[in-house]
């Protein structure tokens, strides 16, 4: 059912599938599974757990059937997500039942939500492993593989598994994600991830830099930072105090070859200092997701958004000023509790103001443990939810479109990321406003930059010729 509209984006990702850097040619005599659900930051994560396994003596593989550990890297955004996880549960069971020795873990958001009440609610699971806590999986299999059933979900407030060199899962090569910080301080009312993910911290520069460095020189062309909230970034070391400005603009300056974005950010913190390095440089990607949430600032005040309608309306108007090519993304929650028709159309009216590129849609799913869940009643009834957002989706679908179309007959600097998966003869790739682009393959290939004409567009895809390459 209609309860989110996403595109590429992380809270129906389910991935399982691994690149050439997780299979290679080493053998290794135990294999796990690992799926993943959630956000960007949460397969990124599932990249470090592979990474801390590999250690121990653990190959990953995508065949359930081969894996003597199965993983179930969760999220606990919003209820479905929970829901979902549940069911590849239950799927697992049989599993187990054939194969007694077989470990199931769940990692994630879920694990810290639920603590030791997964294990007594879902009977087959061995290993509760909250976000934190990762390093101590080899111990905790250990234990497990003894007959055990291990919890570990302390947070911690230092954790950013710096040193720890991700092995890429489910990759095309060319592009990866890089996490500059964890957990979040925000304390949206709405929000779990405060507490599935503690308190925020940021990972050491120089680890960053160094990973990003990595993956240029093994070839890939894009990474995108990723934090709850990247422009609160701040890193103090000996003599240098580091922002998230600061720190993009490293990261650009590795090579004019090497796309940069970064996700997500919030209204109250982006800075014109950010705004002014994307400026600058050629190679960081024109594209913000700035998640609005509500149109209306009473409903903003309830959600501890800390904005009002006005400031964020401020706040897009700069940067058109010192971006006047940014593309602009957002997410919108309908039927937060005490929202009047009134509130949702002023959300509507916000959307129609800004006519964001990109918007990935929710309705309200009140989650235990939340300022709102404490504090607010959850009285706006699902059906009503559901109307108001169908009513959001479909004025962004306009949106969309019209943001396409406007693209036709225009050239984009286009990086390559692979074949399309419709045609073995035409490749497919993305514009710095992340637009996927799909263009006959003449002699061209994944991982260059190419300059394509676009001549026609869908809801989702452009379309055209390249012209050269960039
Ligand atoms: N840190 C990011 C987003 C994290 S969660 C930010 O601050 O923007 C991604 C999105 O899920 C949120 O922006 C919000 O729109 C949505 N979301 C979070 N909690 C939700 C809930 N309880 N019900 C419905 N949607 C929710
Ligand atoms: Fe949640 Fe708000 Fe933090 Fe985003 S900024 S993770 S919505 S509390
Ligand atoms: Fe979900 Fe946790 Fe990310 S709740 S959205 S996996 S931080």
């Not at 053998?27 to 959630?38: H, L, N, V």
């Not at 990953?60 to 209820?79: F, G, K, M, Q, Y």
């Amino acid at each position: 059912m209609l309860d989110q509209v996403t595109k590429v984006h992380d809270e129906t990702r389910q991935g399982e599938a691994y690149g050439p850097e997780a299979t290679e040619t080493q053998t290794y005599t135990k294999k796990f599974y690992i799926e993943s659900y959630g956000c960007q930051m949460n397969f990124n994560d599932s990249e470090i757990v592979a990474s801390i396994l590999k250690e121990d003596g653990f190959g990953p593989t995508r065949n359930v059937e081969d894996a003597s550990l199965i993983l179930l890297n969760t999220c606990s955004i919003r209820e479905k997500a929970e829901v979902t996880v549940r069911k590849r549960l239950t799927e697992f069971r049989k599993l187990k039942q054939r194969n007694p020795e077989l470990l199931v873990g769940v990692l994630g958001c879920m694990a810290e939500r639920l603590k030791s009440k997964l294990i007594e609610e879902e009977k087959l699971v061995d290993m509760v492993v909250g976000p934190d806590a990762y390093r101590t999986l080899p111990a905790l299999i250990e234990e497990a593989e003894t007959g055990q059933k291990t919890v570990n979900v302390l947070l911690s407030r230092e954790e950013t598994y710096g040193d720890i060199n991700p092995v890429r899962l489910d990759t095309n090569g060319v592009t990866a994600f890089v996490s500059i910080m964890r957990g979040c301080n925000n304390m949206c009312s709405f929000c779990v991830v405060p507490f599935t993910r503690g308190r925020e911290r940021s990972r050491d520069m120089d680890s960053i830099i160094k990973e990003a460095t990595d993956m240029f020189n093994r070839g890939y062309r894009e990474v995108t930072l990723l934090g709850q909230n990247v422009d609160s970034y701040y890193w103090v070391s000996e003599d240098i105090t580091v922002t998230f400005a600061n720190l993009l603009e490293k990261v650009a300056q590795i090579s004019p070859l090497l796309r940069v974005r970064f996700s997500t950010s919030h209204p109250k913190d982006i800075t014109d200092e950010v705004l002014f390095v994307i400026a600058k440089y050629e190679n960081i990607c024109n594209y913000i997701h700035l998640p609005v949430q509500s149109g209306s600032t009473r409903i903003l005040q309830l959600m501890n958004r800390t904005y009002t309608r006005e400031w964020y309306m401020k706040k897009i108007e700069r940067i058109r000023e010192i971006l006047p090519d940014c593309a602009l993304s957002t997410d919108v929650i309908t039927g937060f509790c005490t929202e009047t028709e009134e509130d949702h159309q002023e959300t509507l009216s916000m959307m129609d103001y800004v006519k964001y590129d990109l918007a990935y849609m929710f309705f309200y799913s009140e989650r235990p443990g939340t300022l709102a869940a404490r504090r607010y009643q959850d009285d706006i009834p699902e059906d009503v939810k559901r109307r108001r957002l169908a009513e959001v989706v479909e004025l962004h679908r306009g949106h969309s479109l019209l943001s396409m179309q406007k693209d036709v007959g225009k050239t984009f600097k286009v990086l390559i990321e692979g074949t399309s998966k419709r045609s073995e003869d035409h490749l497919f790739g993305r514009t710095d406003h992340n637009k996927v682009v799909i263009f006959p393959k003449e002699d061209h290939k994944k991982g260059e930059y190419v300059w394509v004409k676009v001549e026609d567009c869908t809801a989702g895809t452009l379309l055209g010729t390249s012209t050269g390459k960039a």
